[in-house]
């Protein structure tokens, strides 16, 4: 794979963690105010709409982590691609 095909794709993972922390951020936004209409719309306990609303946090937070492990480990990859090509 050449350097520029690596830059590019590199540069894709770029733009598309930046879409999933926009979706992330939409979404936490949209709990809040779901969390609201919940309570007052049905009823449900606050006890049961925060022990949900953590099991969303914990899922949306672990997606973020593999998201930004994954762009490290090929930042990583790309750099010592880059090192060798200057080799």
Do not use: C, H, W, Y
């Not at 930046?18 to 449900?44: M, Y």
């Not at 049961?48 to 593999?66: L, N, P, R």
Request: without cysteine.
């Amino acid at each position: 794979m050449e350097l520029n095909e690596l830059k590019a794709k590199f540069e894709d993972l770029k733009k598309r963690l930046t879409a999933v922390e926009k979706t992330i951020t939409v979404a936490e936004t949209q709990r809040k105010s779901l969390v609201e209409r919940v309570k007052t719309e049905f009823g449900i306990e606050p006890d049961k709409v925060k022990e949900t609303i953590e099991i969303m946090k914990t899922d949306i937070s672990t997606m973020k982590t593999k998201l930004e492990s994954a762009l490290t480990s090929f930042e990583t990859t790309l750099s010592a691609v880059e090192k060798t090509i200057n080799e």
